[in-house]
């Protein structure tokens, strides 16, 4: 009936949704999900019959955004900028984000490296308000590093104040970052974080729903947050007013089952009256990094790992399995050192350590990495029979 | 087989008691418990038969303690500083210290005009660091009065930093405290509070399980902080340190089934690192006096009152029925105001004010007092016919 997932007409089509239906439009997600993607394509196209659930007036707007979709044209722009777009059944899709429901992104524009399913599946969320204060974005910084070099991606929304604070953290300890933004991922906003941004997409991933050159609006902030809520296995928020946006990424956190967290701060600022607000209601207390991934972590993350590799070796991307084989086998290595061996950047080896590390191959030690225990057996039977 | 409650002989036995055995000790209780207070006191008076659960050499130490004790003498003594003993079993014992077990004390020495059991039913105590910072003074202060504000007596130790300045918070809202001390209550400690512990005595309460004269010990202070914990329905610390004494006195209170509140501070003060390890495990945060009477207060605290009053007004000691009768009908009064129409002592206003708010007849209006609604028929049909 409709084109599978993962074929060209599948891709197009998804693409032409991402331009024709807004982020987080749950109706446009039941129609993919009742129709597939090829007959809402098909139907908006021609613009009969009309889809159930949106008036008529509603309908012909669809219709006229669907005539000036040019998802190959959008293809091709993105690849020129190095983004890819990334659709539920890819294989670098994080299955996580199908819990928004009818909510999920029709698919992801990605800039950077690193795989995004891997990098999501140990990523925290340190959002809160722009307008922050001093101690908070001290706090959201050493929060953010202090997870990186615990091994752990920091995922944030781009803005200024906390959002900034947290990604440079992570930067700044030669970490894994993630910003997730509300318009074409590329066009940075704020324009005054576009160098960081672009840092961003160089050693991390920059992550959007909107397709390129869209502008942000009210809304699509908001339904920007679902999108870092669910990719994550918790959100901090390091302060917030109250009734700020970062608060609503938490509760949308909370509602999707994932951990909700937030850092406390003078009860005479305002700037922290909208966490310890969350706090109180439903929010667990946390003051750093250690206390972030005692709880996001799985059991036993603060003994030393007990789990072997999740993934055989030969499924690994050879750019992956390159860095892999560049470990010294009974020592810790930095950076450099592995990506020198591994005959790549530093940048491309960071992001294939963090792949490596979500997969349980590789785990940080002070600044440097090294390899499991569990995985030194396979990856030395792996080298002898790959 | 001894003297009942209430009587002369267990007045002078406790009083003994008090002497000899230090505060908090289980064993002493036990004994009390097991054989009361004229068999005990006989036992140690004559030093034989030794009591059970104590070495030899311990019990030679209490017989000759023992010896050493006159309690006509403390007696007198204390009365004419203005001091009373309280047992358990008199009108004005706090049934809530019975929660202690054979730890509870012996009796408590009492300094100041308003009834004790009254005040320590709608108390809070508010505790933290003595090396406190200006954040955490602050906020004692402020919590203090609202507290007081909203009819609520605070409880605090007497000492420097965070115990000050929440007497002082009370004091300065022309509200009701308590300090509850680890010494003799006619020798002030620390030397360098005497003042405010005697402006307490004036216009609160100072209450302590030691005789007079007595010092404090480090123990003492420990054990000091389970009465603070007993008394009152629920304790907030303020500013703590990891392995701070005040920290104690919250797990104290949690374990008599009290409410055990925090207020947060920044993650980077060492100040704050305790009360936010004690959030994180088994305390409830607060930000401000509010959110304290809505944990603490009946359900519908907030709500106008909806009870009656709970002792008959020809219970009330004449001092708060002269009291009652001086707040007018339909408005509020300021204490001044209330002080003069009663012919008596700002003070001793203050002091039956809150014992009758206790009970429910009048409730803190802005800066003033007012009859609650529903006592105002009692008190009309009081007034004609007492």
């Known amino acids: ?11 197009l089509g998804r693409v032409f949704l991402a331009r024709v239906i807004e982020p987080g439009d749950e109706v446009g997600g039941r129609w993919v999900r009742e129709l597939g993607v090829e007959e809402v394509v098909r139907r908006l196209r021609t613009g009969a019959p009309a889809l159930p659930g949106v008036s008529a007036e509603r309908w012909a707007g669809l219709v ?7 998802p190959e044209r959008d293809l091709d722009a993105a690849r020129e900028a190095g983004t890819r777009f990334v659709c539920p059944g890819d294989a670098e899709w994080p299955g996580q984000l199908d819990d928004l429901g009818d909510g999920r992104p029709t698919g992801l524009w990605v800039r950077g490296r690193p795989g995004l399913r891997m990098w999501a599946l140990r990523s925290v969320a340190v959002v809160g308000a722009r307008a922050c204060t001093e101690y908070g974005a001290h706090v959201a910084a050493s ?16 803005a200024y104040g906390i959002d900034g ?6 930067l700044a300890a030669g970490g894994a970052t993630v910003a997730v933004l509300a318009c074409g991922v590329d066009r940075p906003y704020p324009r005054g ?8 997409a160089e050693q991390g991933l920059v992550v959007g729903e909107l397709p390129p050159g869209d502008h942000p609006t009210p809304s699509r902030f908001i339904l920007r947050n679902r999108v870092i809520a669910a990719l994550t296995r918790g959100t901090v928020v390091v302060e917030a007013a109250c009734r700020s946006g970062s608060l609503a990424t938490a509760r949308a956190a909370r509602r999707l089952g994932r951990f909700t967290m937030g850092v406390p701060g003078p009860v005479t600022s305002a700037l922290s009256a909208g966490v310890h607000e969350l706090l109180r209601a439903e929010a667990l207390l946390v003051t750093d990094a250690a206390e972030v991934v005692e709880l996001v972590g799985d059991i036993g993350e603060l003994a030393p790992p007990r789990r072997g590799p999740v993934l055989p070796l030969d499924l690994l991307h050879p750019a992956a399995r390159q860095v892999l084989a560049a470990l010294p086998g009974g020592r810790a290595a930095d950076v450099d050192e592995i990506a ?17 590390r979500a997969l349980g191959y590789v785990e940080r030690h002070g600044d440097g990495w090294k390899l499991t225990r569990q995985a030194l057996t396979s ?5 002898g029979t790959s």
Request: hydrophobic share 40%; net charge positive.
């Open 193 to 200: 974080h576009t160098a960081l941004i672009n840092r961003i």
């Open 143 to 158: 929060l953010a590093s202090g997870l990186a070099e615990r091994g752990w991606v920091v995922v944030s929304g781009g």
């Open 379 to 383: 990856v030395r039977t792996g080298r």
């Open 1 to 11: 009936m409709s084109a599978g997932s993962g074929t060209r007409e599948d891709l």
């Open 64 to 70: 006229a955004r669907a005539g000036r979709a040019e």
């Open 340 to 356: 020198r061996d591994a005959r790549t950047t530093r940048d491309d080896a960071i992001a294939r350590l963090y792949e490596l």
């Open 165 to 170: 604070a947290a990604h440079r953290g992570a």
